[in-house]
């Protein structure tokens, strides 16, 4: 087994300048002349920090949730789940609490390491165990990007009908391709402003649809369809997770951790709860208003229902609310390549952008396949990446406050790319599918219901994977780590 001892190491914190990949200086040059970011998954060097106006960091998050997928993921409470106002309300604010912690947590590691969220994965995993969570999360980026350019294009179709669903698909994935594939720097400029137009659509939205909200809650929801509602929030606000750092790595790490925990925060809690509140109201108003009803469930057909009366202003604000996406799928496209730079040298040398450009191409393709069935995929997705992102962030969180004691300069920064340096990651590999595991039995899914899911509710079971994959992942992790160190850490 691998030396484990790294904490003995003399520890190198963010205030070197850590090595980028030499890729050549011409070619550099070129895309630095583009104003396209090179820097891939090097830790960032204290010369390249600049200092984020603090809002940045609340704007980044603004801009990416203040979106009309959020508006799509809250439909679901009423659409899929058939509950009442009440209770979605505050499945809504609960469940975007919980699956929101990690995502401002792991946000406060960028300035202090200076790091990618996959690099500081290996400090866990282990550089091959890191593999299998890059995987995922590239899986998760992709289907991310998928989801959301089929409500753009429902949006498009929407507007006019005679452009397919298809090529409105196409249209958003092209914008968010050319944002995401300048980098860190673009995308923190575009996020800063992007949630300002949105934030007055859904605002006016809110306005015209609030008059026929159903807000009857006399009559009881069934408790599977809460645990499985409750679930697919989770899935969507803790979709972050895997790239919170991400958009942090270039701070100076005397940034503080509790402005920028209480920024993130912020900067995902308000338009999350705003916008699905308004998803799961305008959904719920179906019942009062025969042209939402016509809608049929989809997401372009409410909106412009409910924006129809401003006629062709209305239509304007479609078109807006449909550009939305590219808000929040370049984040998205962006650290997908981040991702597969992870696969060692080779895959590094090969620059982000033109993994970024590889990634639209496969989501568009996703997209268009998923189209016929969305609203049951999306749901299914939502909750997937709730089951392995809960037992990820339960074992990177237990590593870092338990084992390191929430310290950073028990990581050594200068070993992120030395796998004999880094944990073995045999524990935390073995809690994720412990994980995963805990996830089975108590998954409520249409292809599949698990044994616990369906012990709370016949006959489709209610959702609790996700808190499963944590109680699982982490007290598998807390046993198996404290044995590797005891007993398999080489002693200096």
């Given at each position: 087994m691998a030396d484990l001892d790294i904490e003995k190491?003399?520890?190198?914190?963010?205030?070197?300048?850590?090595?980028?990949?030499?890729?050549?200086?011409?070619?550099?040059?070129?895309?630095?002349?583009?104003?396209?970011?090179?820097?891939?998954?090097?830790?960032?060097?204290?010369?390249?920090?600049?200092?984020?106006?603090p809002w940045g960091v609340f704007t980044m998050w603004m801009s990416s949730n203040m979106v009309v997928s959020s508006f799509a993921t809250g439909m679901l409470g009423s659409t899929l789940f058939y509950l009442n106002f009440r209770d979605g309300l505050l499945l809504l604010i609960f469940f975007n609490i919980l699956g929101i912690l990690p995502p401002a947590i792991f946000s406060t590691f960028g300035p202090k390491l200076g790091m990618r969220q996959m690099v500081l994965t290996r400090y866990s995993f282990g550089y091959y165990g890191t593999y299998l969570i890059s995987l995922l999360n590239i899986i998760a980026c992709l289907g991310w990007s998928a989801v959301n350019v089929v409500v753009g294009g429902q949006v498009i179709n929407g507007i006019n009908s005679n452009v397919p669903i298809e090529a409105g698909i196409a249209i958003i994935a092209v914008l968010t391709t050319i944002v995401a594939i300048f980098g860190y720097k673009v995308i923190h400029h575009f996020e800063r402003f992007a949630w300002i137009p949105m934030l007055f659509i859904f605002l006016c939205v809110l306005g015209l649809s609030a008059q026929y909200w159903y807000t009857d809650s006399s009559t009881p929801s069934d408790v599977g369809d809460i645990l499985s509602f409750g679930g697919t929030i989770y899935g969507f606000a803790t979709g972050w997770t895997s790239y919170a750092a991400d958009y942090n790595a270039y701070q100076p790490p005397e940034s503080n951790s509790v402005v920028v925990f209480i920024l993130t925060f912020l900067g995902l809690f308000i338009p999350l709860f705003f916008v699905e509140l308004i998803g799961f109201g305008v959904a719920l108003a179906a019942y009062n208003n025969d042209d939402y009803a016509a809608a049929n469930g989809s997401t372009g057909g409410i909106l412009s229902a409910v924006l129809a009366p401003w006629g062709g202003f209305g239509k304007f604000l479609m078109v807006l609310i449909a550009l939305s996406i590219v808000a929040n799928n370049v984040p998205n496209d962006y650290s997908l390549g981040l991702s597969m730079q992870t696969y060692g040298r080779f895959m590094e040398n090969i620059k982000r952008i033109w993994w970024t450009l590889f990634g639209a191409v496969i989501y568009i393709i996703i997209a268009?396949?998923?189209?016929?069935?969305?609203?049951?995929?999306?749901?299914?997705?939502?909750?997937?990446?709730?089951?392995?992102?809960?037992?990820?962030?339960?074992?990177?969180?237990?590593?870092?406050?338990?084992?390191?004691?929430?310290?950073?300069?028990?990581?050594?920064?200068?070993?992120?790319?030395?796998?004999?340096?880094?944990?073995?990651?045999?524990?935390?590999?073995?809690?994720?599918?412990?994980?995963?595991?805990?996830?089975?039995?108590?998954?409520?899914?249409?292809?599949?219901?698990?044994?616990?899911?369906?012990?709370?509710?016949?006959?489709?079971?209610?959702?609790?994977?996700?808190?499963?994959?944590?109680?699982?992942?982490?007290?598998?992790?807390?046993?198996?780590?404290?044995?590797?160190?005891?007993?398999?850490?080489?002693?200096?």
């Open positions: 190491k003399e520890i190198v914190v963010a205030t070197t300048d850590a090595p980028a990949v030499d890729d050549g200086a011409s070619s550099t040059a070129d895309y630095d002349a583009l104003g396209v970011e090179v820097r891939g998954i090097a830790p960032v060097p204290l010369s390249k920090r600049e200092k984020l106006n268009i396949v998923s189209v016929g069935r969305f609203t049951q995929t999306l749901d299914d997705f939502l909750l997937v990446v709730g089951y392995w992102l809960a037992a990820y962030a339960s074992i990177v969180l237990c590593d870092h406050f338990v084992f390191r004691r929430g310290k950073f300069d028990s990581y050594d920064i200068s070993a992120w790319d030395t796998p004999s340096a880094l944990p073995s990651g045999i524990p935390a590999v073995i809690a994720f599918l412990a994980g995963i595991a805990g996830a089975v039995l108590g998954m409520s899914e249409v292809w599949y219901i698990g044994v616990v899911a369906l012990d709370i509710s016949q006959p489709y079971g209610g959702d609790i994977g996700f808190e499963l994959s944590f109680g699982f992942s982490f007290v598998v992790y807390l046993i198996l780590r404290s044995v590797e160190l005891k007993f398999f850490t080489k002693k200096e």
